[in-house]
């Protein structure tokens, strides 16, 4: 059986570039692997996984080194190391209160990370760009000129257009219709494709791939901020919608005795849940953004009556919602972002008591609520994903296009 697999593999260009795929995705998802570590993982012989990583290793993309033995008889399997400074992506976020910046190597390895606070007023595109663009040059300059660089994705607080990366509306920023992609490929001045999605959409993503629902393949990621934004990976793929545009679970509809919503509507999550409606209960200005966050935390944590009662209040409503959304999709895992992860500790048990409530029992007893691992970079880090995504679905191009590349990307 093994001899024939071996040979489908070595007949059919398909089965060729579909293997070089699975190796490229376990050695960027899990790190060094050896040899013997990837047959298991594949599923492919042992001659395959050598000739294919013979391909990577002449592309300058892996390295192989004999492994230490550990006492075990036989020889020691080869350890497969993917080189971040091989292929690399730049990832980009542009966030209610922060911009980001990070270069991204094989492999996962954050190779350079600035993050900036960036005032809650509306500003216009073209300066956000431009800052953005000021400070991803110097991460630039840091890749090899040879055809090292992949591709950069975009994090944006915003409803995103995933085939041209055209933002429809960004309340948070203002923003409406906006053709952020080719705004952003005009002032990188790159030839690498650029790539855009819905922030909390990337969450979920980077959450599967490198956080806290690595190896779930049923996920529904909830990030809070002044909005609220989700994102769901079922059966192991995002659900992204028709467009991108899935995922708004902030503009449920959940209480129609509550408050005007951004979005025009009335009662959503977001007006329950979202930062504006913890400050409100909790005593403190509506527009009070992230320091009247942390005074609240502040309070929490000191035992104060409306600190907690607030929080207790929000933990009641996103129990709430989340028992419809586990109705719905049957997750695994639910994990809370953003401002959720940061009030967590407040508000885990009555989201699992609203749960218990409300839930189907069937559907409740499968699920774990958890913190987000990845905590604000949750979204940079999916970017940096989505734009690797090209390159582990079909590594063949790319080792064959290597020299190509460089000279369309210094172009
Ligand atoms: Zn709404």
Redesign the pocket.
């Known amino acids: 059986v093994t001899l024939n697999r071996d040979a489908v593999g070595q007949r059919s260009e398909t089965v060729r570039r579909a293997n070089l795929s699975a190796i490229v995705r376990e050695l960027h998802l899990h790190g060094p692997l050896s040899r013997s570590n990837l047959v298991t993982r594949t599923g492919l012989t042992r001659s395959a996984i050598r000739a294919l990583i013979g391909e990577f290793v002449g592309a300058g993309i892996v390295s192989e080194e004999r492994s230490a033995p550990l006492g075990a008889p036989g020889r020691p399997s080869p350890v497969v190391r993917p080189d971040p400074e091989s292929s690399m992506v730049v990832a980009l976020e542009i966030s209610v209160d922060s911009l980001a910046v990070a270069l991204v190597g094989f492999g996962g390895k954050v190779l350079e990370l600035e993050r900036v606070d960036r005032p809650r007023a509306h500003l216009s595109v073209d300066d956000i760009v431009a800052d953005l663009a000021d400070r991803a040059r110097p991460l630039l300059k840091r890749v090899p000129a040879t055809g090292a660089l992949l591709g950069v994705g975009v994090a944006v607080v915003g409803v995103v257009r995933r085939t041209d990366g055209f933002v429809r509306m960004a309340p948070n920023l203002g923003w409406k219709d906006v053709p952020l992609g080719d705004v952003l490929r005009r002032a990188l001045g790159l030839r690498v494709p650029i790539s855009l999605a819905n922030e909390a959409d990337l969450g979920a993503l980077a959450e599967h791939r490198r956080g806290a629902a690595a190896g779930v393949d049923d996920v529904l990621y909830i990030s809070g901020e002044v909005g609220v934004g989700g994102g769901l990976i079922v059966g192991g793929r995002p659900l992204t919608g028709a467009a991108g545009y899935g995922g708004e679970v902030?503009?449920i509809p959940i209480n129609h005795d509550g408050a005007a919503?951004?979005?025009g509507?009335v009662g959503?999550w977001?007006t329950e849940v979202g930062e504006m409606a913890l400050l409100r209960r909790a005593g403190h200005a509506q527009s009070g953004g992230r320091e009247g966050v942390e005074a609240v935390l502040r309070d929490a944590a000191g035992g104060w009556d409306a600190a907690l009662g607030a929080l207790d209040e929000v933990g009641r409503w996103l129990g709430i919602g989340l028992a419809g959304l586990v109705n719905v999709f049957n997750p695994q895992l639910v994990v809370l972002g953003g401002l959720f992860q940061r009030i967590h500790p407040f508000v885990a048990r009555t989201i699992e008591l609203e749960l218990d409530r409300l839930a189907l029992p069937v559907s409740r007893s499968l699920v774990r609520v958890v913190p987000s691992a990845l905590a604000a970079d949750a979204p940079l880090i999916g970017a940096a994903e989505m734009a690797f995504e090209a390159f582990l679905a079909d590594p063949a191009i790319w080792l064959r296009d290597r020299e190509a590349l460089a000279v369309v990307q210094s172009a």
Do not use: A, D, I, L
Request: hydrophobic share 0%.
């Open positions: 902030g503009h919503c951004r979005c509507s959503c977001e």
